[in-house]
């Protein structure tokens, strides 16, 4: 956190709760001093002695709720959404991006990677929507915050007009994560015939010629990419100590050829050998969160808890579904399929780690970044009554009886 963001803060004491740290869950307090852990005090001995020594702190009693690190999710294209919520319709980026960020404290999120789509026929038509949107976050995130908003990046490779603007952004350090997509027919998440007709018809509100014309320009380009210029692109991120991801990848010789263009991230395999061989060739492997909560793909393929349950997962995403992180989290614990504290590292460690923020960011331990959230359950579901950003309390609630 920059010192004009964490200039004025007053000290925090979180108390009574179960805190989640890296490898167990403790009864205790959790005091931030400047914007970062200062202690995590487990004796009432310990806390009275924190409280003499920090004049007008902030008192936040946890109730024996859980205190988790804040979520980060590395890919949820919501944002999108959030600009264009019916095909052709479009809102003010400003508007999407404020009523967007603002939502996602009360989901835990306290680092959302926007993922931008950068290709044609999938996502938000036109470069200058991608461009305009990368440059308004930039701005957004240079002047406030209520979150910690950076950039994903997910360029379709194919899109051979798209990488002179790659390549700017990685030169002007303007993205924070790359992913390197292929979503062209017949294979990946549209190996099924007509399964990518089907989705562009639907998420674009396009007409059965004018996919049809989206699908032959496709093809077309899809034959004149070049391995080597992607290879420029991967030399030039790791120079800027930007992650690369591949995604969809449906098979072991994919994720080799992913793993030859410098890709650490593995998202959403489409198979549980995929995903297998990339975990044990050393990948991190990113896997839906909306996946794990409704139980199965929503397109038929991998089911993330299969992968989870072998060890062959160890990032959640929220995709498309902001809300579906914590929700994952505690679904896999309260099935046993990973004890709490191995559950929560998936949405905060993990990415924070697989995208070079570990050190900083993702767990509760003394000199990191203050990113907590405080939990409660009802009805076995996970709610946040309280998210704290870099030591700023950003978001509570109440509940009226």
Same mark, same amino acid.
Request: charge should be negative.
């Given at each position: 956190m920059n010192d004009r963001l964490s200039a004025g803060l007053k000290p925090i004491i979180v108390t009574n709760g179960k805190v989640v740290l890296p490898d167990q869950m403790v009864e205790a307090a959790v005091a931030v001093v400047d914007g970062r852990v200062d202690a995590i005090l487990t004796s009432e001995a310990a806390v009275h002695h924190w409280i003499q020594q920090h004049a007008d702190y902030i008192l936040i009693d946890a109730d024996q709720n859980y205190v988790l690190p804040g979520l980060i999710d590395i890919h949820c294209d919501a944002i999108e959404k959030e600009i264009q919520p019916r095909p052709n319709t479009l809102f003010p980026l400003d508007m999407a991006l404020l009523e967007f960020e603002r939502k996602l404290p009360l989901h835990g999120i306290t680092t959302m990677y926007h993922s931008l789509s950068l290709g044609v026929g999938l996502s938000l038509r036109g470069d200058h929507l991608l461009t305009g949107m990368v440059e308004h976050i930039n701005s957004y995130r240079s002047k406030r915050s209520i979150i910690r908003n950076r950039i994903h990046l997910r360029?379709? +490779?194919? /899109?051979?007009?798209?990488?002179? @603007? &790659?390549?700017? #952004?990685? =030169?002007? =350090?303007?993205?924070? #994560?790359?992913?390197?997509?292929? /979503?062209?027919?017949?294979?990946?998440? #549209?190996?099924?015939?007509?399964?990518?007709?089907? #989705? &562009?018809?639907? =998420?674009?509100?396009?007409? +059965?010629?004018? &996919?049809?014309? @989206?699908?032959?320009?496709? +093809?077309?380009?899809?034959?004149?990419? =070049?391995?080597e210029h992607l290879l420029e692109l991967s030399k030039l991120a790791a120079q800027r100590g930007i992650a690369i991801a591949s995604h969809d990848d449906d098979s072991i010789q994919k994720v080799e050829e992913s793993a030859g263009y410098g890709v650490s991230v593995c998202e959403f395999p489409i198979n549980l050998e995929t995903a297998k061989h990339a975990a044990e060739r050393g990948l991190r492997v990113c896997v839906g969160a909306p996946n794990v909560v409704r139980g199965a793909s929503h397109d038929k393929n991998l089911r993330a808890v299969d992968a989870i349950s072998v060890g062959a997962a160890d990032i959640l995403c929220s995709d498309y579904h902001p809300s579906s992180m914590l929700a994952a989290v505690f679904k896999l614990a309260d099935e046993g399929i990973a004890a709490l504290p191995d559950a929560v590292r998936m949405a905060s460690l993990h990415p924070a780690q697989a995208l070079g923020a570990g050190s900083e960011l993702g767990s509760i331990e003394l000199g990191k970044a203050a990113d907590l959230i405080i939990v409660d359950r009802y009805d076995g579901l996970p709610w946040v009554t309280n998210t704290i950003v870099g030591g700023q309390v950003v978001y509570t609630s109440a509940v009226r009886y």
């Open positions: 360029f379709e +490779v194919s /899109h051979l007009a798209g990488m002179p @603007i &790659v390549e700017r #952004y990685l =030169n002007e =350090n303007a993205i924070d #994560y790359l992913s390197f997509m292929d /979503h062209s027919p017949g294979q990946g998440q #549209y190996r099924e015939p007509g399964s990518f007709e089907r #989705y &562009v018809m639907k =998420n674009q509100g396009v007409g +059965v010629e004018e &996919v049809r014309a @989206i699908v032959e320009d496709l +093809v077309k380009r899809r034959q004149l990419v =070049n391995g």
